[in-house]
């Protein structure tokens, strides 16, 4: 949301709470008797505000703290986590990666693979004799639901390992590879951070997270941040307040004169 619109939201919610406070004022108009009338009104027009004005400002916070948190982190780097099929060339991905602005490393790190149904009683076996189908594969895990998952060797080509891979289990054991996605890890500068991730070569990559000193503290921040919801209601009680303040307007006004008074009277 740009810095205009975040303005005349503002301005407007607080031109709603001068309504509330000008409602108020005509206590003595309208009748003593209306006091809850016009408590009612400060609240609900509160909760509207709320609704349409504060709370999708609200929603805004953690970029705006993201922003601010940049800032401050200087020199300092994050880390973006991606994920691309090794059906694309990720070996040309990587050396388009490294170009753009910010980008201090890349690096592909483990590769995830599904296949066809693995025999339990083959799945030790697998595990230890994977590495044997290519030099790049440092070890392997077999988990749940027919996956394995390869740590790679860097600078190897996850294409060429998980193709290895594929004619390997298929030749001694009869398993075919089904998906298989290389995660990519790219050191940036914080404050590149959205604009590497929005300007990733081509469109198959997908970024499943984001880590580093201010992302840490953007997590820590929306765990202490109250739902919309309690703020909205919190915007009722502060036009319940304006309301309350408008009310006793007069009363205020008269004991200030009263304490002006007397201070003068000491005085002389």
Known sequence: MDTLTVIVMLVLFIFLMFFVFSIALLTPIIGKKNLIFVLSIGFVVGLVGGGFLIAPLYGDIPDIARTIYTWNNGGGTETINVNISTQNNVESFIDDTKQLKGVNSVQSSDILITTTPISSDWVDSLQTRIPESDPGIVSATVIPNDTIILTVQNNSDPTAITNNLGD?????????????????????????????????????????????????????????????????????????????????????????????????????
Do not use: H
Request: aromatic share 4%; with cysteine.
């Open 168 to 268: 390997w289990i298929n030749l001694v054991d009869n398993v075919t590879v089904l998906t298989s996605n290389v995660m990519i890890s790219i050191n940036v500068n914080s404050s590149q951070v959205e604009s590497v991730s929005t300007n990733l070569p081509g469109n198959e990559s997908v970024v499943t997270n984001i880590t580093g000193p201010v992302e840490d503290k953007i997590a820590n921040l929306q765990k202490t941040l109250p739902d919309s919801n309690t703020i909205i209601l919190i915007c009722g009680l502060i036009g319940l307040f304006i309301g309350l303040i408008g009310l006793s307007i007069d009363g205020i006004y008269q004991a200030w004169e009263r304490i002006s008074k007397w201070l003068r009277n000491r005085k002389d």
